[in-house]
Nanobody, 122 residues
């Protein structure tokens, strides 16, 4: 079983910054893509940012130029640096990882963290 644990969420004023982190634990052969999704009240879950093991990044249109995703491959950790935060960024942010494990060694399977709340409000 793969466990993803997020941290760094909280309350911040518009225009502020926040840094999220997520670490994967368990017996993991490899992690291909690792990144972040979010879901606000009444909204569907959407991509925020992700990065492959080769360093390719992908961002949702609403966060381009404001957020930066990065990874520490050796530590199975992904970060999300959030800047110029807006009220519409308020959501639960979920860590996502596509992993191969002893139970699923032949293909990538998606795993999800439990989420961390980010609230942007004055």
């Amino acid at each position: 079983q793969v466990h993803l644990v997020e941290s760094g969420g909280g309350l911040v004023q518009p225009g502020g910054s926040l840094r999220l982190s997520c670490t994967a634990s368990g017996t993991i052969f490899s992690i291909n893509t690792m990144g972040w999704y979010r879901q606000g009240p009444g909204n569907r879950r959407e991509l925020v940012a992700q990065e492959t093991s080769g360093g390719t990044t992908n961002y949702g249109d609403s966060v381009k130029g404001r957020f930066t995703v990065s990874r520490d491959i050796a530590k199975n950790t992904v970060y999300l640096q959030m800047g110029s935060l807006k009220p519409e960024d308020t959501a639960v942010y979920y860590c996502n990882a596509a992993c191969r494990t002893p139970l699923n060694p032949y293909y990538d399977r998606n795993y999800w963290g439990q989420g961390t709340q980010v609230t942007v409000s004055s």
